[in-house]
């Protein structure tokens, strides 16, 4: 009898095919060097942003003119900015009140014509249940009650066991 050897799978894993210069260990990941070029970026960024605010209060602290002067232009601005908004919500009100009346106006004659109509339709259902279903109904039960007599009349009652 021959043996057989019993070999193991084993899970294979990825292996990136770049190696550093020495060849000792392969080099990381293309994803995990996206992420650490996307941390450094924004390491860089935040630390510009940081020195631009600094230079920004120190030269607001050291030249008080000219902090004077970026104060009254943030006001006028600021200023401006409120006139557009009042202006923009006076015109959302008169919109609004326009809506208000317009659906007011249009939604009365709506709201009629559709009380006119359950009006019509629940005559109608009373004249035909009148006119049509009472009779239709007497007639079926008259019909009905002949039926029964004849039935009742042909049947022999001494034939009972």
Same mark, same amino acid.
Do not use: C, W
């Given at each position: 009898?021959?043996?057989?050897?019993?070999?193991?799978?084993?899970?294979?894993?990825?292996?990136?095919?770049?190696?550093?210069?020495?060849?000792?260990?392969?080099?990381?990941?293309?994803?995990?060097?996206?992420? &650490?070029?996307?941390?450094?970026? %924004?390491?860089? @960024?935040? $630390?510009?942003?940081?020195? =631009?605010? *600094?230079? #920004? +209060?120190?030269?607001?602290?050291?030249?008080?003119?000219? &902090?004077?002067?970026?104060?009254? %232009?943030?006001? @006028?601005? $600021?200023?401006?900015?409120? =006139?557009? *908004?009042? #202006? +923009?919500?006076?015109?959302?009100?008169?919109?609004?009140?326009?809506?208000?009346?317009?659906?007011?106006?249009? @939604?009365?004659?709506?709201?009629?014509?559709?009380?006119?109509? #359950?009006?019509?339709?629940?005559?109608?259902?009373?004249?035909?249940?009148?006119?049509?279903?009472?009779?239709?109904?007497?007639?079926?039960?008259?019909?009905?009650?002949?039926?029964?007599?004849?039935?009742?009349?042909?049947?022999?009652?001494?034939?009972?066991?």
């Amino acid at each position: 009898m021959e043996e057989r050897e019993t070999t193991e799978t084993m899970p294979i894993e990825p292996v990136s095919t770049e190696e550093s210069a020495t060849g000792d260990t392969p080099l990381p990941a293309p994803e995990d060097r996206r992420d &650490t070029r996307r941390t450094v970026m %924004i390491v860089v @960024i935040a $630390l510009v942003v940081f020195a =631009i605010l *600094i230079a #920004a +209060f120190y030269g607001l602290a050291t030249h008080p003119v000219a &902090t004077a002067i970026l104060r009254d %232009i943030a006001i @006028i601005v $600021l200023a401006l900015v409120t =006139i557009v *908004i009042g #202006a +923009f919500l006076a015109i959302l009100i008169f919109q609004l009140q326009s809506l208000i009346a317009l659906l007011r106006d249009e @939604i009365q004659p709506i709201l009629e014509s559709a009380n006119e109509t #359950a009006n019509t339709v629940r005559g109608t259902t009373t004249f035909v249940t009148e006119a049509m279903v009472s009779p239709v109904i007497s007639a079926a039960s008259y019909i009905a009650a002949i039926r029964q007599t004849l039935r009742v009349l042909r049947t022999n009652p001494r034939k009972k066991n």
